[in-house]
């Protein structure tokens, strides 16, 4: 079977730096995608990864190892508004997309 | 720019009445949509995706049905509700880039009493 495997919880402190992991077994890849989703509200796009190495955007940053099946969202200088919960998602050989269960990170001061 | 638009957000229904969301995209012609279920503690289920109007596929067997009727309008229905399909529903578009990046609807928070 498909699955995507994520902590359920992460905890950090404002300020400092937390990397979310992601695994993952798919039948095929077409690519890995990060998305955040605060309590009630629908999840925005964060990243999108399809070969291997690391994609940066600001304080996000994205790896991908495709040997490997992993991946990890990696966030600098954590404000109180990063608590939300992180979503990863894997494209598979049918372009369908196989969703984790998301990691739900707390920030505090 | 595009946006999608769901509603309605919030809504309380009884068991064995009927159901439907409406989902409508603006600033895109013949889009890509999506319904998607989240329950909690789960991943995101994809229940209905549509290439065209009238095109629809269904992923999962079950009391739901889809509807396109126009190109930028995705309606998600049901005759008759069970409690199990209580959760949050998901509409999306595909920018059908290579990534085909999905932009989610604000959701629609369906209980089942």
């Known amino acids: 079977g498909q699955n995507i495997d994520q902590p359920t919880e992460m905890t950090a402190t404002e300020g400092a730096i937390v990397q979310i992991n992601c695994t993952y077994q798919t039948s095929g890849f077409n690519g890995l995608f990060w998305y955040q989703q605060h309590a009630g509200e629908a999840p925005t796009f964060l990243s999108y990864n399809v070969l291997d190495g690391l994609e940066e955007k600001g304080r996000f940053s994205s790896f991908l190892s495709r040997s490997k099946g992993y991946s990890y969202l990696l966030l600098k200088e954590l404000q109180m508004k990063d608590s939300a919960s992180y979503l990863c998602?894997?494209?598979?050989?049918?372009?369908?997309?196989?969703w984790g269960a998301g990691t739900k990170l707390i920030i505090k001061p | 720019s595009q946006t999608i638009h769901q509603w309605p957000a919030t809504l309380v229904q009884p068991v064995g009445s009927p159901l439907s969301l409406e989902c409508t995209v603006e600033g895109t012609s013949n889009p890509n949509l999506y319904w998607y279920r989240q329950a909690a503690g789960r991943g995101l289920q994809l229940l209905f995706y549509s290439v065209g109007i009238g095109q629809i596929s269904s992923e999962v067997p079950q009391n739901l049905s889809a509807s396109r009727p126009q190109d930028r309008q995705f309606i998600l229905s049901s005759k008759k509700l069970l409690l199990s399909d209580s959760g949050f529903y998901l509409c999306?578009?595909?920018?059908?880039?290579?990534?085909?990046?999905?932009?989610f609807g604000a959701g629609s928070r369906l209980t089942v009493l």
């Open positions: 998602a894997v494209r598979d050989s049918n372009y369908q997309l196989i």
């Open positions: 999306a578009w595909g920018d059908g880039s290579g990534a085909n990046v999905l932009t």
